[in-house]
């Protein structure tokens, strides 16, 4: 689960990271209320799921066209530095109800509902620091780099040496010398160390706490007065750990995720919106990777993941149907089920009761193998209803592209 930056800034607030006075607005009479207590030159951030805010563009929600800034000199962008709180206001107005466009929103956008006013800061120096879980060492990894405000792949592509790695060991835990490594490592100043180290501790601590899959800071940032703060912050979170943690699931913005992902999680399912025009159903997350795999293989592209799991019911089965089929790019659907704990008649029934229910106009193919695998595929041919039944993997991927529509 993602958040916004204002939501993880108070979280990592709480677990002592340095981050800046501010406060969130809804409305531009918000923002201008926050500009005037904070006093000074203060910055408005907008506040999407999506990275690349500063050097994203505004459209019009309504017209699509571009979003000015006030003087009309460029495109409004979702970060800006403004002097007072008139001047907030207006800023705050062209954001709010608009979409921004980033590298990482796709070219849709994001619409905005909400800002961040903060407290401006004169920044010295600009850092990159982050931990996640890095599953190749098993180990909780910190990511740092002395070329902050810069997107951090681009940095370990072009640039691999100015990445800077420091792992935590699972038996010994975390130890203040990891804080004081990066700090050396990143270049800060002697006097410096000790309030980065601490805030290394707080973003471990932070992290481990709420079950976090990554915390990201970027810029961290020192001041001019010498002061080590996070300037911007992300935070994703393991669903899965989300039961122990109603105040962090309180959090989630169902405004960000997509709409049949929000569906999809109401039934249990995991289910993920790609581009492609291949609806795929597969029991397994295996599978389903393996599915993606060979239908891009075969010169198609997938228009999902979607994992129904080992002991889906037909009702849970009719439901992720319903969703493939809510998706106008879906030309046609491969249904890929091995029967193990998920027996292949329940997965027909499943099939054809959606079929039947939803009113299918797209190509059907379907392989099954596994449990019940005779009775499943007897289900389909008495169902009255056309599917194109494939024998294997390879033979499914083949029809089910050529019903898409081919390379």
């Known amino acids: 689960m993602k958040i916004h930056e204002y939501q993880a800034k ?22 201008a209320g926050i500009a005037r207590k904070l006093g000074g030159r203060v910055v408005v951030k907008a506040q999407i799921h999506a990275g690349g805010r500063g050097k994203g563009t505004f459209r019009d929600a309504a ?16 970060v800006v530095v403004v002097d007072g709180p008139e001047a907030v206001e207006e800023i705050a107005s062209r954001m709010l109800g608009n979409v921004l466009v980033t590298k990482q929103s796709g070219p849709e956008g994001r619409r905005v509902g909400r800002v961040l006013v903060e407290e401006g800061m004169e920044i010295s120096k600009e850092f990159y620091l982050a931990v996640l879980l890095d599953r190749a060492i098993r180990s909780l990894t910190f990511i740092a780099s002395a070329e902050g405000g810069t997107e951090i792949e681009e940095v370990a592509a072009t640039r691999p040496e100015a990445i800077l790695k420091a792992a935590v060991d699972p038996r010994a835990g975390y130890s203040p010398w990891i804080g004081r490594s990066l700090a050396f490592g990143l270049g800060f100043e002697a006097k410096l160390v000790n309030p980065a180290s601490k805030l290394v501790a707080s973003l471990h601590e932070a992290f481990v706490r709420t079950d976090a899959s990554l915390a990201e800071i970027n810029p961290l940032i020192v001041t001019t007065d010498g002061r080590v703060i996070a300037l911007d912050a992300k935070m994703n979170f393991d669903d899965n750990a989300l039961y122990r943690h109603h105040d962090i699931a309180e959090l989630r913005d169902l405004g960000e995720e997509d709409p049949l992902e929000i569906e999809a999680s109401k039934h249990g399912l995991n289910y993920i919106k790609l581009d492609g025009s291949v609806g795929c159903m597969v029991n397994g997350a295996g599978l389903a990777m393996g599915t993606m795999d060979i239908i891009k293989h075969h010169g198609g592209s997938p228009a999902n993941f979607l994992d129904v799991g080992g002991g889906a019911t037909v009702e849970a089965v009719t439901a992720a149907f319903e969703i493939l089929m809510k998706d106008a790019n879906v030309r046609a659907v491969l249904v890929n089920i091995f029967g193990g704990i998920m027996r292949c008649d329940v997965v027909a029934e499943g099939v054809v009761t959606a079929a039947r229910k939803v009113g299918v106009k797209v190509p059907m193919v379907v392989r099954l193998e596994g449990t019940n695998v005779e009775r499943g595929r007897e289900i389909l041919r008495e169902s009255g209803l056309t599917f194109l039944v494939a024998d294997g993997m390879k033979d499914a991927a083949e029809k089910v592209v050529a019903a898409a529509g081919g390379r």
Do not use: I, N, W, Y
């Not at 108070?10 to 923002?31: F, M, Y």
């Not at 017209?63 to 979702?78: A, C, H, I, Y």
């Open 10 to 31: 108070a979280v990592l607030k709480r677990h002592g990271v340095p981050v800046p006075q501010g406060d969130v607005a809804a409305t531009a009479q918000e923002a």
């Open 63 to 78: 017209t699509g066209k571009p979003v000015m800034r006030p003087d009309g000199s460029k495109p409004l962008g979702g």
